[in-house]
């Protein structure tokens, strides 16, 4: 192929086990713009510089055409909700994020993740006793999918005895995310939506239960309307938030704790370090999220008005991807890149991402996938890889293995 389709050739699903050599053809060319399609924007500090850019929108109504962007149309997301604040601008977006973020985080709340530790340790052990067969398990399906889902179902608050329905939805969300490609697409949307509408229904029905029997948990929080100077969610606010918080809570997690658990089966030294250390699952993880980030490129942010980068002028209502994979491994930024190293000095990655878009759950996944590497580092007997490179999930834009084959000699108490 030639150099015109380097964007295709990132989305192109044989790439996915290693696109870091594309993401390195791709910075020569640091605005990179073909077709009519998407600016493609690759270096560290332009990247930096642009998400907290107001004049950057995350609102897709700004887009003056998607023609020409390959990621056009790949949204998933209800039609029938209103958009989450994720695809919002200041001041929708900034409202709805501090009435989520007031039983969530700091400063109305900044104990809720730490006091989460328990629980979360808990059901990850749970998980690892739970595993069939040490000679050979799938690390996705056994461990690193059911732990963060269950993790937000505690945090929302739903019913135990209805977690397993919850699994059920998101593997159906998650497989809309990631289509087998001999799947026909009609009938993928149409399980899609089905999972979408029923998932909907029961949010509906737990929030009005948790309007009348408010508990402890983020859901009856925000039911309840303690969103302080910002008033409350409308009911299809708090549904719109509470689908982001499950999908978002959980995809991203599944593949930081894959990506790092991979990774250390390719790094035996850092391995035996973190089994010996395991305070060294701290900055690991953040070494992680630069080396494998789980969102690798931002698409479909948009120009409010005409702006210049690196030279190149950019109209308004353009579609912009913010190659936060590449940027990452820009060495005009860090010293070896394509090195993983958990004792990096300077790991300021952009794996969360940054400004007021930047990751809404980041210390609950750190703190998930910091538990979950230094447990599995503990607790496996001589791991090693099955097949490597594994079998890669589709979508380009979260990044991970589908499944992950590991043998070990047996799985310490």
């Not at 006091?115 to 979360?120: A, I, K, T, W």
């Not at 509906?204 to 309007?211: K, T």
């Not at 925000?222 to 499950?246: R, W, Y």
């Not at 395991?278 to 490129?297: F, H, I, K, N, W």
């Amino acid at each position: 192929m030639t150099e015109q389709d380097i964007l295709r050739r990132i989305l192109d699903p044989a790439n996915r086990h290693n696109p870091y050599p594309l993401y390195e053809e791709l910075r020569r060319t640091p605005v990179y713009h073909q077709d009519g399609g998407p600016y493609a924007i690759s270096h560290y500090h332009d990247i930096l510089g642009l998400l907290h850019d107001p004049r950057i929108s995350s609102d897709a109504r700004n887009l003056a055409s998607t023609a020409g962007d390959p990621l056009a149309g790949e949204d998933e997301e209800s039609t029938t909700l209103p958009p989450s604040f994720l695809k919002l601008d200041p001041p929708e977006h900034d409202r709805l994020r501090r009435m989520t973020n007031r039983p969530f985080g700091p400063p109305h709340s900044p104990h809720r993740v730490e006091e989460m530790r328990g629980d979360l340790d808990g059901i990850f052990k749970g998980l690892v006793d739970g595993v069939s067969d040490p000679g050979n398990f799938d690390l996705v399906e056994q461990v690193s999918y059911p732990f963060p889902v269950t993790v937000i179902c505690r945090l929302l608050g739903v019913p135990k005895e209805d977690e397993p329905r919850f699994h059920v939805w998101a593997d159906t969300l998650a497989a809309s995310l990631d289509p087998d490609p001999d799947a026909d697409p009609a009938e993928r949307a149409q399980v899609g939506q089905s999972a979408r509408m029923e998932l909907g229904m029961y949010l509906a029905g737990l929030i009005e239960e948790r309007r009348k029997n408010p508990g402890p948990d983020m859901l009856s929080h925000l039911a309840a309307g303690n969103g302080g100077p910002d008033g409350a969610m409308t009911t299809m606010e708090l549904l719109s938030t509470s689908a982001l918080l499950l999908i978002a809570g959980h995809e991203t997690t599944v593949n930081l704790i894959t990506n790092g658990m991979l990774t250390l089966l390719r790094h035996p030294e850092v391995l035996r370090d973190l089994k010996a250390n395991p305070g060294l699952a701290v900055p690991l993880v953040e070494e992680m999220l630069r080396y494998e980030p789980p969102v690798q490129l931002l698409p479909q942010r948009t120009t409010l008005t005409e702006i210049e980068v690196q030279g190149v002028t950019i109209p308004k209502g353009a579609s912009m991807w913010l190659v936060l994979a590449a940027g990452n491994r820009d060495p005009a930024r860090f010293e070896n890149p394509d090195r993983f190293d958990p004792y990096r000095k300077d790991i300021e990655h952009l794996g969360l991402g940054s400004g007021i878009h930047s990751c809404f759950g980041a210390p609950l996944a750190r703190l998930e996938a910091q538990l979950a590497l230094a447990e599995l580092a503990r607790r496996l007997e001589k791991p090693r890889l099955v097949e490597d490179p594994p079998p890669y999930r589709q979508n380009a834009v979260l990044r991970g293995p589908r499944h992950l084959r590991i043998a070990c000699d047996g799985i310490r108490p």
